[in-house]
């Protein structure tokens, strides 16, 4: 079992930027990659951007080049940094974590983006 947690949401103006925190617990050792999906009201799930346990990174061409996630394995922590967020970014973001034939999904964090 592996538990998420996740933190740094809030409200903040178009252009500006926030941190998400993900930290993980449990049987982290499992865990092939994790990442960040998003679900705005009235729309689908979508993968924001993930990191494999190799450090490879993907993103979706909608944040390519404002969001950069990154790890810390110290700390069993995943980040997402979001920069020139816009109105569109607005969503419940969901921290989430791959291993095999199995998904872990943490409560999410809301992000609200002011025009």
């Known amino acids: 079992q592996v538990q998420l947690v996740e933190s740094g949401g809030g409200l903040v103006q178009a252009g500006g930027s926030l941190r998400l925190s993900c930290a993980a617990s449990g049987s982290i050792f499992s865990i092939n990659a994790m990442g960040w999906y998003r679900q705005a009201p009235g729309k689908q799930r979508e993968l924001v951007a993930d990191?494999?346990?190799?450090?490879?990174?993907d993103y979706a061409d909608s944040v390519k080049g404002r969001f950069t996630i990154f790890r810390d394995n110290a700390k069993n922590t995943v980040y997402l940094q979001m920069n020139s967020l816009k109105p569109e970014d607005t969503a419940v973001y969901y921290c989430n974590a791959v291993e095999i034939g199995y998904r872990y999904w943490g409560q999410g964090t809301q992000v609200t983006v002011s025009s």
């Open positions: 990191i494999t346990s190799g450090g490879m990174t």
